[in-house]
């Protein structure tokens, strides 16, 4: 019984999202990985990482590469960028980009 409990709460837990879009951070767009940034002004590298287990079980990998995103996104308006482009796909809750600011 017991055991079933902490499986359920486990499976819950792990379709929820904790990270939430700072202010400012709604202006930064994200482009396509291979998306050119000719024009614009290299502000710096970001990386991301969020937990993508929880109790052993695998989270969703949509909301961890939503989550992925978003953090980066609050990163890049804190850099004054407007624009990312991510360098790498997320692998085990981990991903990297590149912030701009393009016209």
Not at 35 to 47: L, R
Not at 79 to 84: D, F, I
Request: with cysteine; hydrophobic share 40%; aromatic share 6%.
């Amino acid at each position: 019984m017991r055991v079933a409990f902490f499986a359920v709460v486990a499976i819950a837990l792990s379709s929820c999202s904790w990270v939430r879009l700072n202010e400012g951070a709604g202006g930064v767009r994200v482009l396509d990985s291979g998306a050119s940034v000719s024009g614009c002004q290299y502000k710096g590298e970001i990386s991301t990482s969020v937990t993508n287990r929880l109790a052993g079980l695998e989270r969703n990998s949509i909301k961890v590469a939503d989550e992925l995103e978003t953090l980066a996104r609050n990163e890049a308006a804190q850099l004054g960028a407007n624009t990312l482009r991510p360098e790498s796909e997320p692998v085990a809750g981990e991903q990297r980009f590149t912030a701009y600011v393009c016209p």
